[in-house]
């Protein structure tokens, strides 16, 4: 009964390990989850607050499609203050998750057999999105060493139409640097690309700074951002994310894609969306530090078990190398039934993840620490 778009996609690692965590939870084991990109902090009191204002309002019903004026205006601003993006209101679209932004965009610009170049490994969705749209999937490694214009070069097709970069980085936890960037833009505009830059984790970042590639010298024609409130906010479930695309003819695209699938975001999630852009931001700030003392924490503990990965730089996961006790699947498997701890691992994200696996950080220090007791215990 099911399509043949549907053959070579898999289900989502990550909410795959994550509901395996929850029976495992439900059956009353002692189950520690770090498989989840999902903030542990509850979202902000004045978050919250402002989504209740918006029921007592009657602010409950279809919005226009691309998001409420005051949100997308907040959202054009932000961009060119703290992005140095010059865009207004008229770029951005406000989706439900930046995942329907990232599914519209695939789904407005590729056509069959169109390439999308991928930098191995990257986020499960963009794999995904890309084969749905009926596009082909083109991986250049960059896992440790940098993306360099020449290996990049080694893919590209009179096909390839696209090049998604995703920095702060899921799952490895890299910043591009500004070299990384500039080859990339360089890249681009000599094959006439689209990029997608998805910056979703720019704020959950440990002494680096983000930098948006639409911000490079012809960059703002062809690059679209996507971002959201997920990780910032801690707002996962609210589903409120946003694009910035940088044509009229690229953002009307999206925009019939997501009238006739989910009309517009949830009203009240981009009421207090707006609330979260435009108060204060210290909240943020404080869960950027508890992710930053996790983060030293996880990694001091990784290596004292002889556990090696990159020192994360931005996002919440540590990738974690399995080569001394077997692959990805093995180490997995054996930490789930031996320690009841639950990863993802790294071949979900591409080729060059398959001797790691993914822990997320976004687990409270406790569970951190027990975690790695049990994981010492377990070698
Ligand atoms: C790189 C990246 N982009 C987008 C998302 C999804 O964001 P949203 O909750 O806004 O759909 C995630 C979530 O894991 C992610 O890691």
Redesign the pocket.
Known sequence: MLSKRLSGIEESA?MKMGSLAKKLQAEGKSVLNFSL?EPDFKTPGHICEAAKRALDLGYTHYTSSAGIGELREAIAEKIREENKVDVSAENVIVTP????A?YELMMGVLDEGDEVILLDPA?V?FESAVKLAGGNPKWVKRLEEGVKYESLESVASENTKMIII?SPN?PVGYVLSDNELKEIAEFAVDHDLLVLS?E??EKIIYGRKHVSIASFDGMQARTVI?N????TYAM?GW???YAVAPTTEILEGMLKIQQHSVSCAPSIAQSAALTALSSPQDCVKEMVEQFKRRRDVIVKRLSEIGLRCLNPEGAFYAFVNTSNYGNDMELTERLLKEAYIVVTPGSAFGVAGKDYVRFSFAASIEDILEGMGRIEKMF
């Open positions: 990550t990109g998750g930046a995942k329907q990232i986020w969705t995703n899921n998805d979703i984790y996507i959201g409130f997920s990780k996962t589903r409120i994310g």
